[in-house]
């Protein structure tokens, strides 16, 4: 079933961009690997220090299995240190709308 | 420019199906304008009175009309008595990751 996470991290001031950068340059993989239909880094316009990352994955067993991967696990420890407080993970499920996904 | 939003929604208690169906039924009208790339209405998996709607326009002006067409004007006077507070709206700017977007 497909696997949807809305993510919301906080960055200590000033450390945004890096942990931004972290999160792209580790995620790069995921470019590769058909269980990600998109993973997409954002940086909020309303507050400097906030980044969210919108998942949608063709399952949950794909998705834990791409995080646990060495790059990302990585960028996780390097990133860690740059956050402010735990970052907020929200699984969501689709019932509609427009998307190129088929749901 | 492309124009992202995270939208998040808090229904009032046992009102967010009826939201949800609200949210849909006007934003079907979506699918065919080119310049909706996504528009995505998701349930909360941990919070049973939050819906997230995740948008992804060709560029603002275009979401801005598509948002002041009759059925999301309908679309949206009906679903403001069923809503606790404001929905949140987060503009938000994508600087990478994975997607079929091309960014």
Same mark, same amino acid.
């Given at each position: 079933?497909?696997?949807?996470? $809305?993510? /919301?991290?906080?960055?200590?001031?000033?450390? @945004?961009?890096? %942990?931004? @950068? #972290?999160? +792209? &340059? !580790?995620?790069? +993989?995921?470019?590769?690997?058909?269980?990600?239909?998109? !993973?997409?880094?954002?940086?909020?316009?309303?507050? &400097?220090? +906030? #980044?969210? %990352?919108? &998942? #949608?994955?063709?399952? /949950?067993?794909?998705?834990? /299995?791409?995080?646990?991967?060495?790059?990302? @696990?990585?960028? $996780?420890?390097?990133? $860690? =240190?740059?956050?402010?407080?735990?970052?907020?993970?929200?699984?969501?499920? =689709?019932?509609?709308?427009? !998307?190129?996904?088929?749901?």
């Amino acid at each position: 079933m497909t696997y949807l996470l $809305i993510n /919301r991290l906080t960055a200590k001031p000033g450390q @945004r961009d890096a %942990v931004a @950068r #972290i999160l +792209v &340059d !580790s995620g790069a +993989v995921f470019d590769d690997d058909p269980a990600c239909l998109m !993973s997409l880094v954002v940086l909020d316009a309303g507050d &400097d220090d +906030v #980044i969210w %990352v919108q &998942d #949608i994955w063709t399952d /949950r067993e794909a998705h834990d /299995r791409a995080m646990a991967g060495p790059e990302m @696990r990585e960028g $996780i420890e390097a990133a $860690i =240190p740059l956050l402010e407080g735990v970052p907020e993970q929200h699984e969501v499920t =689709p019932v509609g709308g427009t !998307s190129p996904f088929g749901f």
